[in-house]
């Protein structure tokens, strides 16, 4: 059971917009900053949105970060059979003194 | 940008020991703290322990704790895990992560992992 929750999996139609949901508590999400990961099993993960909704260098305007209270939401537009991977969010728990992750979501482009 | 490439996965009896490897190109190592994130079948990531840059300050989860030692030799460019007292459950692909920080008045933590390894698969099976 993961401290931070997603849903197994997401699917949206190509072109579409899809929405992940993260959802923690005051002692992760709720004080600190949220991060999401996209991951392709055999490969690197990749740091998709820092610091709640900032994009690092390199990655496409197609994909935005939110948090409200202690949830937090990925945003992925135009979508591309190429965005089909693993989705994760992470942030700091200050509680757990420890960084948590939520299980994961499962992006499927149809 | 950097790279990060780990090394030393194998398969491994329940109660033996490894040690992997994480060779680090393209950035000041001494400069970051470095993490291990794990990735058991079927499973989400874990973090598992990071280290600060200069090597003095560990940290772990509690499902390692006391069984894996995190180290970092900088003049390597170089970050491993001894991971001993191995369990089925822990059986996972090991990935290390280049940690940014965040710091306030109350020390510093984690704020996100900007640069990952794929991965190094160790197996704990009889």
Redo the contacts between chains.
């Keep these: 059971q993961s401290v931070l929750t997603q849903p197994p999996s997401v699917s949206a139609a190509q072109g579409q917009k899809v929405t992940i949901s993260c959802s923690g508590s005051s002692s992760n999400i709720g004080s600190n900053h949220v991060s999401w990961y996209q991951h392709l099993p055999g490969t690197a993960p990749k740091l998709l949105i820092l610091d709640n909704d900032r994009r690092p260098s390199g990655i496409s305007d197609r994909f935005s970060g939110s948090k409200s209270g202690t949830s937090a939401t990925l945003g992925i537009s135009g979508l591309q059979t190429g965005d089909e991977a693993d989705y994760y969010c992470g942030a700091w728990d200050t509680s757990l003194s420890a960084w948590v992750f939520g299980g994961g979501t499962i992006l499927t482009v149809l | 940008e950097g790279q990060?490439l780990e090394s030393g996965g194998a398969l491994v009896q329940p109660g033996g020991s490894l040690r992997l490897s994480c060779a680090a190109s393209g950035f000041t190592f001494t400069t970051y703290v470095m993490?291990w994130?794990r990735?058991a079948p079927g499973?989400?990531?874990?973090?598992v322990s990071?280290i600060s840059g200069s090597g003095s300050t560990t940290?772990y989860?509690d499902s390692v704790k006391g069984r894996f030692t995190i180290s970092r030799d900088n003049s390597k460019n170089t970050l491993y895990v001894q991971m001993n007292s191995l369990r089925a459950e822990d059986t996972a692909v090991y990935?290390c992560?280049k940690v940014?920080l965040?710091c306030d008045g109350g020390g510093c933590?984690?704020?996100?992992?900007?640069?990952?390894?794929?991965?190094t698969l160790v197996t704990v099976s009889s």
């Design positions: 990060l993490s994130v990735q499973k989400g990531l874990e973090w990071d940290h989860a990935h992560a940014v965040h933590h984690a704020r996100y992992f900007d640069l990952w390894g794929r991965g």
